[in-house]
């Protein structure tokens, strides 16, 4: 099954590659086809896909048919590698089968969908709905397949959107994804393992367990039949038909007995019973018992034919009843003929065969030795005690006659009144401590027979997902380490390990996320390995602890029943150990000295199988350690058990009686395999929990330094408006915040460099401009005035033409010539030669001369009190900039207006404001109101203004301007109050140095 799974994933992977490589191939490829086309295409991908599932859960239906092991439960206590082998190719199988679906329908995505729209959820119904079909046939169920057809179309939707990351991913990622891609069709794929695994242990319940149950007593008369006829063809062969009833020195042997038996059905079928031989006298010659006491109260041989005689009868044993079949007949010989006929009987062979439910195959023995001794395996399962079947018999009074393991539920009058109106089994669901169990009922005229497993609980749907996820990672990991040992010897020479070791080398967040896992997972695997030894410490020392108590209660017992029956004897006897054994359901062995003195299983010691020699390790422990009790491990054949010792002190000094304890070796098995299927479960989770964690911490951690490092790309391209989102407040908030101000800072620094760049650049053209407008006016300017003084000379000949058209000439040079002076005001760089004044000096010193020009038109308003704070400024260049705030104000009152001028100051600065009335700029124009050679007039120059702010910002002070339009505009203009220290010491010369370098830093 393994190797099926293995190639059935080398399928897979070659249809994903095959799928990928189509949807390469046909991305550009235009398909004309119709939208009915697409839906058949995707109908025949569904019903291929549906075909695909339906065949795998065929095959988990035959794989685990006939089958009552849980293979989810695959255990490392003891390792069973055939069915990990099973379960592995399973899951592979499931891997692959998923796979090949979602490439077929990949396939026909990468065909269709690109050029027909408007089909999507026809495509998708047509894709869904062979399978949902197939689901609702008897063939498959329905829940499970539907699960897998939901997986197989969900990641067929999702695998073309993370085909790209995954291209793009790292050797770490892509190794995450490949695991990703095996755990999720082994998850998808549990539901219908569940499913199989329980529906073949119900069939295998009620088509062979339950009938076998109910037939048991007439199986057992049918293996006495074939007993019959076994020894039958023993006795016909000649020498041993005359010998087996001789005894040398009058004492019974096993050993005929056990020749005889081990040759039969009941050996074959380790079945309760007893072979007898006797002699022609009708003394017992040869007993072999199994399992079964030498009770006076049994049959012996009485008759004399030579013909089996078989019936059945009832004795008590302690305070039971017990049902034998029994079975006898008389060893006739050829005699000589004048010999009386009552001496041709040479013997007799009595079989006793008591109806003991142990004996059913699906329940395990409680002694060590039968197992191994057992001819054939058992016809339900190699490993019955995995198959957690529950059996109670009950008599038609309700009342249980056997159960073997958890059983024991109860029949009320409603289940009763169910079960005595039919002979139809049915199945039920029943109650019994705490526990839910799905239960067989079935009865016959003999009893009740209920048969049942326990519900599974959500507690072991996750052990059993836990285990698969170990279980799909172990190999994943044991693949992978092959990859990284191999790989170098390959041709290509890829090192996996080798990748990964340069990944976290050249990743931050990888080698964070690696040491947060490893810093959540090891302490959390130590803890598990701590506590799985010290709970199965604790449990081996509670089972040593029972066992050494159970062989004091059998010392205890045995001495009093000892004394009741025999107070002279000293030793107990093999029928007294017998019938102890069969109270406490375990062998029972004393050792006096170094040999063996009486034991329940005395033919076993007889024939050889077993050593009749005293332990070792017991005679150590009890007889000269002088131990009171002891608790040891022994083995017979491949069958591991218990041993516990206890001495006989009554008997004497090295009196040592043994008790072989198999039952408590499986429970200790069975509670460390649920053990460490819990630790499995909580260490899966913790890891996985870890890993989260670890993820999270080292995302919240690497994240930021992600996005610095992004920004600082971004920023190294020369975009300088990245910025980067502060998600914490703690040192990294610092640092991000940070980067922020010194992107912010570079962002201020490139705009005013390049303000800077483009101020020289107009520069340059102003000064340009300038010379190139100067050299021509003035010889334009000379000779027309020559013209007018010529024309006056002569009288005016011309009349009032030539002067108009002169005058107008002077007029267009005057104004040529001012824009010109503008210009070259603005491409020169004025030295500026600061001195301590008062502000209203300079506003009363540029306002006056407008008062008569504005007088009528323009309402003047003027708030600047004579008390303000001393400035240190260049007179001539704020009166020139405050000018030209004026002239702005007034060209843009072409009517009648009001221009408000105030000032203010505080302990830092002065605050001139200038308003007019005028007709306000929109948002457009006042983000360029600074902008040379921007002007909202038409014989504007647009340099007012900049040259306005140049002198303000050469005096260290600052403009500012807003408006609205339709509303006026509000000019504020702030220089720096002269502190009193600094001026006094201060010279003109050393207050000019840092205006100047500001001048020079914002020329350029």
């Not at 397949?145 to 067929?156: E, H, K, P, Q």
């Not at 640092?735 to 520069?763: C, I, K, P, S």
């Not at 000018?883 to 408000?900: C, D, F, I, K, S």
């Not at 009335?917 to 124009?925: F, I, K, Q, S």
Request: charged residues 20%; hydrophobic residues 45%; contains cysteine.
């Amino acid at each position: 099954m393994l190797l099926l799974g293995l190639l059935f994933t080398a399928a897979a992977t070659t249809a994903v590659r095959f799928a990928g490589a189509a949807r390469a191939a046909w991305r550009h490829k235009r398909w004309l086809a119709s939208r009915d086309r697409v839906v058949r295409a995707y109908t025949a991908a569904g019903a291929a896909v549906a075909l695909l599932l339906g065949a795998y859960e065929m095959l988990l239906a035959d794989t685990m048919a006939g089958s009552l092991a849980d293979l989810l439960q695959w255990s490392h206590n003891p390792l069973d590698s055939s069915r990990i082998g099973l379960l592995l190719g399973l899951l592979l199988a499931a891997t692959a089968t998923i796979w090949l679906g979602v490439s077929v329908l990949l396939i026909v995505e990468a065909r269709w969908s690109r050029h027909v729209h408007g089909v999507r959820l026809r495509s998708l119904a047509g894709a869904t709905a062979p399978g949902i079909l197939l689901a609702a046939a008897p063939v498959v169920p329905t829940w499970p397949y539907l699960t897998l057809l939901a997986g197989v179309v969900g990641m067929a939707l999702g695998t073309p959107r993370l085909r790209p990351w995954f291209r793009h991913a790292s050797e770490s990622g892509k190794l995450a994804a490949i695991f990703g891609s095996l755990i999720v069709p082994a998850v998808l794929s549990y539901p219908s393992i569940v499913h199989h695994g329980l529906a073949a242990k119900q069939r295998l319940i009620a088509e062979e367990i339950a009938p076998a149950t109910a037939s048991h007593p007439a199986a057992l008369l049918d293996s006495l039949s074939r007993t019959q006829r076994e020894v039958d063809a023993l006795l016909a062969r000649a020498p041993l038909a005359s010998d087996i009833f001789r005894s040398a020195d009058g004492v019974p042997t096993p050993d005929a007995a056990f020749s005889v038996w081990r040759q039969t059905d009941l050996a074959r079928l380790r079945l309760t019973s007893a072979i007898e031989l006797y002699g022609p006298d009708r003394s017992l010659v040869s007993r072999f018992a199994l399992d079964f006491p030498d009770v006076p109260a049994a049959p012996s041989f009485l008759g004399t034919s030579c013909d089996w005689d078989v019936y059945g009868e009832v004795f008590p044993f302690g305070a039971q009843e017990r049902r034998v079949l029994h079975a006898e007949r008389g060893v006739c010989l050829p005699w000589p003929g004048d010999m009386p006929a009552a001496d041709a009987v040479a013997g007799a062979v009595v079989v006793h065969v008591p109806l003991d439910y142990r004996a059913l195959p699906f329940i395990p023995s409680q002694n060590p030795y039968h197992d191994v001794l057992r001819a054939a395996p058992r016809p339900a399962d190699a490993r019955p005690a995995d198959a957690e079947v529950d059996l109670a018999i009950y008599g038609w009074g309700r009342s249980p006659l056997f159960t073997y393991g958890s059983a024991s539920w109860t029949i009320d009058d409603a289940l009763f009144e169910r079960i005595y109106a039919s002979r139809e089994p049915f199945w039920t669901t029943l109650q019994a401590g705490g526990r839910t169990s799905d239960v067989y009922i079935s009865n016959n005229r003999a009893g009740i027979y209920a048969l049942g497993y326990p519900v599974l609980t959500r507690f072991d749907h996750l052990i059993r997902l836990a285990e698969i996820v170990a279980l799909v990672g172990a190999a994943f990991g044991s693949w992978m380490l092959v990859l990284a040992v191999a790989g170098p010897l390959t041709p290509e020479r890829y090192s996996l390990g080798r990748e990964l070791v340069r990944e976290l080398h050249v990743s931050f967040y990888r080698r964070l996320f690696l040491a947060f896992v490893a810093v959540a997972t090891v302490p959390v695997l130590v803890l598990a390995v701590l506590i799985r030894n010290y709970s199965t410490g604790q449990l081996r020392d509670d089972v040593e602890a029972g066992a050494a108590r159970t062989a004091v209660v059998a010392q205890r017992v045995i001495a009093e029943l000892q004394q009741a029956a025999d107070p002279a004897a000293t030793v107990a006897t093999d029928d007294l150990l017998v019938f102890v054994s069969q109270i406490i359901e375990q062998d029972i062995n004393i050792f006096e000295g170094p040999l063996l003195r009486a034991t329940s299983e005395r033919d076993l010691f007889a024939s050889g199988l077993l050593p009749t020699r005293t332990p070792a390790p017991v005679y150590n422990a009890i007889a000269l350690a002088q131990a009171p009790t002891f608790v040891t491990e022994d083995a017979f054949g491949s069958q591991d058990y218990l041993v516990a010792a206890a001495p006989i002190r009554s008997a004497g000094a090295d009196t040592i009686l043994t008790v072989a304890l198999a039952s408590r070796q499986r429970d200790i098995e069975r509670q460390i395999r649920n053990l460490d299927r819990g630790i499995l479960l909580g260490v899966t989770l913790l890891v996985f929990l870890g890993a989260a964690s670890g993820f999270y911490i080292a995302e919240r951690i690497a994240d930021p330094v992600q996005r610095l490092t992004r920004a600082t790309r971004r920023i190294a391209r020369g975009d300088f408006d990245a910025r980067v989102a502060i998600r914490s407040a703690d040192e990294l908030e610092r640092l991000v915040a940070a980067f922020n101000r010194m992107a912010g800072d570079l962002l201020l620094q490139r705009r005013r460099l390049e303000r800077t760049h483009r101020l020289e650049a107009w520069a340059e053209m102003a000064r340009q401009v300038a010379h190139e407008i100067k050299n021509p006016l003035t010889p334009v300017q000379l000779s027309a005035e020559h013209l007018l003084r010529v024309h006056r000379d002569r009288g005016e000949p011309l009349g009032p033409v030539l002067r108009d058209c002169v005058d107008s000439i002077l007029t267009q040079v005057n104004l040529l010539r001012r824009i010109a002076s503008e210009f070259s005001s603005y491409a020169s760089s004025p030295p500026v030669n600061p001195e301590s004044t008062v502000l209203t000096d300079v506003v009363h010193e540029v306002l006056d001369p407008y008062r008569t020009g504005l007088a009528g038109r323009i309402r003047l308003a003027v708030d600047v009190p004579t008390t303000l704070p001393r400035v240190v400024i260049d007179r001539t260049l704020v009166a020139r900039a405050f000018t030209n705030v004026v002239e702005n104000a007034l060209h843009a009152m072409p009517g009648e207006g009001r221009l408000t001028v105030a000032a203010t100051a505080n302990a830092h600065e002065v605050v001139l404001t200038v308003r007019d009335t005028g007709v306000g700029l929109d948002e457009a124009a006042l983000s360029r109101v600074f902008e040379p050679y921007f002007s909202t007039r038409v014989s504007g120059t647009g340099l007012g203004m900049v040259i306005a702010k140049r002198n303000v910002e050469l005096n260290g002070g600052a403009i500012e301007i807003a408006s609205r339009k339709g509303d006026g505009a509000t000019v504020t203009l702030r220089f720096p109050v002269e502190q009193e220290p600094a001026g006094r010491a201060a010279s003109p010369d050393s207050g000019g140095g840092p205006l100047r370098g500001g001048r020079l830093g914002l020329g350029r």
